[in-house]
Each structure stands twice: as structure tokens, then as C-alpha cells.
């Protein structure tokens, strides 16, 4: 998936989860990040951080570090966090389907 079309697929998904837990209090909402290296994910972090918790809801996260089998180690343990839903930016997204 080229950069531009990941960026889009995050982008809607941010929105999505973002409107769902805004209606739902005491939510825990994972984010997956491919690579947090990347400066823009940086402030994306930010704003979604921020988001989160103006609407009393706890943020976790986790960066795969480019690596594949890491990243489903890393929804697994959101997963088992007790996240309730999931924003993913997937480094492989047919490596993630097991989880």
C-alpha cells in the first residue's frame, strides 16, 4: 500500500473511532503505529491523544518498528490492554489478519 493511500486509510479510520468514542465514555482505544518515526505521526499522536481523553477515555499505543510480526505481537497486547477499539496503520495488513 503506497504512503498516500496508508495516509487515507488512517485518516478515516482516526475520524471513525474518533466519533465512536466521543459517544462512549471509559473506552480504552489502541493505536498500532507501523513506524512512529515518521514526523507527521507525531502530531497525528497529538491530536488524537488529546481527543481521546477530552472525552474521558485512556489512549495506549504501541509502535511496530517496521516490523511485521511485532505489530501483531502489538495489537494482540492492545488487545489484551483491554482496548475496546483499535486503530491500526498497518506495516503488512495480511500479517495483522490473525489478530
Do not use: C, H
Not at 496508508?6 to 498500532?32: C, E, H, P, Y
Not at 481523553?53 to 505481537?73: R, V
Not at 483499535?86 to 495480511?94: E, N, R, T
Amino acid at each position: 500500500m503506497n504512503r498516500f493511500a496508508a495516509a487515507i486509510l488512517a485518516g478515516v479510520a482516526m475520524s471513525l473511532t474518533l466519533a465512536s468514542a466521543a459517544q462512549a465514555k471509559d473506552k480504552v482505544i489502541g493505536v498500532s503505529w507501523s513506524n512512529f518515526q515518521e514526523e507527521r505521526w507525531k502530531t497525528d499522536e497529538a491530536a488524537m491523544k488529546a481527543a481521546i481523553e477530552a472525552a474521558g477515555d485512556k489512549y495506549i499505543s504501541a509502535d511496530a518498528q517496521s516490523n511485521p510480526g511485532k505489530q501483531l505481537t502489538d495489537v494482540e497486547s492492545l488487545i489484551s490492554q483491554g482496548a475496546n477499539a483499535l486503530i491500526i496503520l498497518a506495516q503488512d495488513a495480511s500479517a495483522i489478519g490473525p489478530a
